[in-house]
């Protein structure tokens, strides 16, 4: 009886999601007028800005012309008469040429490339998505038109697209609950993958619509079926879109909290691996419970993210190289994010997951390109770290991000003294 209502409830939730990916297209295509309409109207306010600005300046150079043709003549500047410069001692030049060096030091380090990789980064000139967070950044050029559609959305996304958000995020974390506690039933027997797989991706894809979330899938002929997949890392939600399509068995961090509940309800239909950072013990037997894992053959594929950390998806930061060391195979897999409609990474060091959920479903969107890249296979006499940083640039071509060589615990930890 119950596997009728659980096939069912599959079967509900697949045409759900196949009519609700049709309204999401169309909802982003909306938004991308009325941020193309935005756009104008920043560009029109600041044009009226410097024309304000500038013309105060042009009065001001025609009372000086006026001034200086009221002065006698002997108080004008003679023609070709050099202006008598002070003279600097050695003492001045040396001040000088210290203030310059400590500038440059200063501007190295306020502007280095590690820092800014792990903050939201800023939207580009031009844009705004009439997001509450971002409205700092344009009150010096918004307009009263920008004001009304920003009070408009304002209303709209938490007042409605908020609560019916929240609404169905929870209604699709009690059936992952449901489902995975019914799963964690059965047997361990052959078709156990094959029926876990078919019951939990329609889930996870009804759960990025009511976030939602708007995936575009390049080369889904390498999605991987077995062994090491490796991908960049920006938030929780980069399980949640590759989950869509594949089964994976997830490593990573253990958390408390709701992260927790997911990670212990996920845990009693398939085999994943949480553990303690800080721990050192289980970090070393980790890796030889991956290296059992990746060789069985019905067994789902591993999801690993050897940055070990949240990056805001425009760099990719060093991989740890204990990850290509247990195997010679690895699947590549790059995610990045159109930051237009919504900011997807989560800055774990100053935002809790409530306040980051709260963030992710009071924004338009998040819209995101995941590519499937063939696998990669380890090179004769390549040593692990070779290994790893021929990935990681390949990954950070194909999303075209930055190729960064940093590890991405500086998040963390302070830098070790040998570097």
């Not at 502007?111 to 967070?133: H, I, K, M, S, Y």
């Not at 979330?213 to 590759?242: E, Y």
Request: charged share 20%; hydrophobic share 40%.
């Amino acid at each position: 009886m119950w596997l009728e209502v659980l096939a069912l409830s599959v079967l509900s939730v697949v045409l759900l999601c196949t009519c609700f990916d049709s309204l999401n297209h169309c909802y982003l295509r909306l938004l991308e007028q009325l941020f193309e309409y935005t756009s104008q109207q920043l560009e029109r306010a600041r044009c009226q800005k410097l024309k304000l600005k500038s013309k105060p300046r042009q009065e001001l150079q025609l009372q000086r012309g006026v001034k200086e043709l009221n002065q006698p003549a002997e108080m004008l500047p003679v023609v070709g008469q050099k202006l008598r410069m002070p003279h600097k001692d050695a003492l001045n030049a040396r001040i000088e040429q210290c203030c310059d060096v400590l500038a440059d030091g200063l501007r190295l380090v306020l502007e280095d490339e590690v820092t800014p990789r792990f903050a939201a980064a800023a939207p580009a000139p031009g844009e705004w998505n009439l997001l509450t967070r971002n409205l700092r950044h344009r009150k010096r050029h918004l307009n009263w038109r920008l004001y009304m559609l920003w009070l408009l959305g304002l209303i709209l996304r938490y007042t409605l697209l908020v609560p019916l958000r929240t609404l169905g995020c929870s209604s699709c974390l009690l059936l992952v609950t449901l489902v995975t506690g019914l799963l964690g039933q059965l047997p361990e027997w052959s078709f156990k993958r094959r029926l876990v797989h078919m019951a939990l991706r329609p889930c996870f894809r009804l759960t990025t619509w009511c976030i939602p979330v708007v995936r575009r899938i390049h080369n889904l002929q390498h999605l991987p079926r077995s062994g090491i997949c490796v991908c960049n890392h920006t938030s929780p939600l980069d399980v949640l879109v590759l989950m869509c399509d594949c089964h994976y068995s997830l490593t990573g961090q253990r958390h408390d909290g709701i992260l927790g509940l997911i990670q212990r309800a996920l845990a009693r239909a398939s085999p994943h691996l949480w553990f303690e950072r800080r721990a050192l013990g289980e970090r070393e037997s980790l890796g030889l419970v991956l290296r059992l894992h990746a060789t069985g053959r019905t067994r789902p594929p591993i999801l690993l993210f050897p940055e070990g950390t949240c990056i805001n998806n425009t760099a990719v930061m060093q991989f740890k190289k204990g990850s290509f060391a247990i195997c010679n195979v690895v699947y590549p897999v790059a995610v990045r994010y159109d930051r237009r409609f919504g900011d997807a990474f989560w800055d774990s060091t100053r935002c809790s997951m409530m306040r980051y959920i709260l963030m992710v479903i009071s924004s338009w969107s998040i819209k995101c390109d995941v590519w499937y890249m063939p696998a990669l296979r380890r090179r004769p006499n390549e040593t692990a770290i070779d290994f790893s940083n021929r990935v990681k640039a390949a990954i950070a071509a194909q999303a075209g991000i930055e190729d960064l060589p940093w590890d991405g615990n500086l998040k963390r930890w302070n830098p070790v003294r040998d570097w």
